[in-house]
């Protein structure tokens, strides 16, 4: 289930590439069907949205949810993730992002890379993402905006002010620094003249696509998304692999295991037909 | 400079008309560089994003600003305007709302006549918007949403609970109330319920169309807008023309000149080159 060497080709040069319709709708409607239980645990791995109410994202599913677990090791994505980064890999982080409607709040400019050597010891980006759609993503629902081809400028080394200030405004809990990662003041936010340069350079897409598309993505193409105004939810997962070739350093005050596992063991794809077997869930 | 027939019809069908660069890349390049001075006068007409200091919006620039006084006075928008309204017009508020790059904040879903009824004695909804973009409206930039049709369900008298909430927070000067209005916690937004059933029913469009075109639109469709994450500023001007026979009844407290005119003679059209003669303005 390999991608096939113009998809392979699409995603080197962009930095991304949208596989529409990968998975079947009862494989999604399986998947939809977890996400009640999971966002109503009340739990670390929780992150919710500024109302103090709406969950935004749920973090490390697949180590608690049988179901997910079996996603991380989907031939569909396992395989194009051995493809791209020429090696076996392990599930580096796996989250759902919510994006309610009416209440999802918008992402920051970024490139995700930064936040995993900066805090996880991350040498290289021998890392991507394979994120699924739950919902149609349109435009009215907070579409995904990326830089097309801004992965080839490699990590931007940001230091925000804005960062500082978050920073600054931190009180007491330092464990709980990671949240800052999640929330809409993104540690490592691309400052706006940056984000401005790129788009002049490479120019802007918005990725739409219906409910069971795949999007494969570099770990440092700049992207972001808007609030979500629409009466349409759009939840996504993502799963980000790392190459085994690629085992993070250790660090000072690691993130925890839900955000960034510490299961260096390679993925064994399982058949096709994983999020179809619900008597062996 | 009337609309054509079919421009009418899908004008009351669909409760909104876009006609793609109606106005020219100069007349837009003109109206644009009245704004830097507009945004930078600290004066009561201007309302600021919540950051405290990125621009939203400003007020009533037609009765000071020569240029887009004339504007309110072009041909191009005071014909159509005559023609949907059946009668000789006033112009009733006069706005440019900015959105800008990186920190435009979103607008909720609403209908505007509500806010002119509950606030202004305005009791049919005789009266249109003539908006003008100066800056492309992208899928990246906020672009306005609009739900089709739904201008023939006729007012949607809403008493939210968020109203009660906003009310019961106000403190000391009631004479700023008007400012709820305009800030993302829109007074009288339509309830989340109500805008899934409308979606449901009319469906949902993107306004998207480049600089200098125009959209007219009726007082009663529900419409909102996104956030601007993008390097591109969304910047409008609305010019709202009520019916000469349609003059609100007067009210307590009402809202500031420089909201609501109450200069009820009828506009008169200038030439259709308005916008081109500085040494006129």
Redesign the interface.
């Given at each position: 289930m390999e991608l096939t060497q113009e998809q392979f080709n699409t995603y080197q040069k962009e930095g991304f590439l949208v596989v529409p319709e990968y998975f079947s709708q009862l494989e999604v409607e399986n998947m939809k069907g977890e996400l009640p239980a999971l966002f109503a645990e009340d739990s670390p791995r929780r992150v919710l949205e500024k109302d103090g109410d709406t969950v935004r994202a749920v973090h490390g599913s697949h180590s608690t949810n049988q179901l997910f677990k079996r996603l991380t090791r989907h031939p569909k994505i396992v395989s194009p993730a051995r493809q791209i980064l020429g090696s076996q890999v392990y599930v580096y982080q796996f989250k759902i992002n919510a994006k309610a409607?009416?209440s999802g709040d918008?992402w920051?400019?970024h490139q995700d890379f930064i936040f995993w050597r900066k805090q996880d010891g991350l040498l290289t980006p021998r890392i991507m993402n394979a994120m699924i759609l739950l919902d149609d993503m349109n435009?009215?629902n907070?579409?995904l905006?990326v830089i097309p081809g801004s992965h080839k400028e490699g990590m931007i080394d940001v230091t925000s002010p804005q960062l500082q200030e978050i920073n600054n405004n931190l009180t007491g809990d330092k464990k709980q620094e990671w949240l800052l990662s999640f929330t809409a003041n993104l540690k490592y936010s691309l400052p706006?003249e940056i984000?401005?340069e790129l788009?002049?350079k490479y120019g802007?897409y918005?990725i739409k696509a219906p409910a069971g598309s795949a999007v494969f993505f570099d770990s440092n193409i700049a992207h972001?998304?808007?609030?979500?105004?629409?009466?349409?939810s759009r939840s996504i997962v993502i799963v980000t692999y790392n190459s085994v070739e690629n085992i993070p350093v250790p660090v000072e005050n690691p993130r925890p295991e839900f955000i960034v596992s510490r299961d260096y063991l390679p993925v064994e794809a399982l058949s096709g037909d994983a999020l179809l077997l619900p008597s062996l869930i």
């Open positions: 409607a009416f918008f920051q400019w435009e009215f907070g579409a905006f706006q984000v401005q788009a002049l802007m918005a972001a998304s808007p609030n979500n105004i629409s009466p349409f």
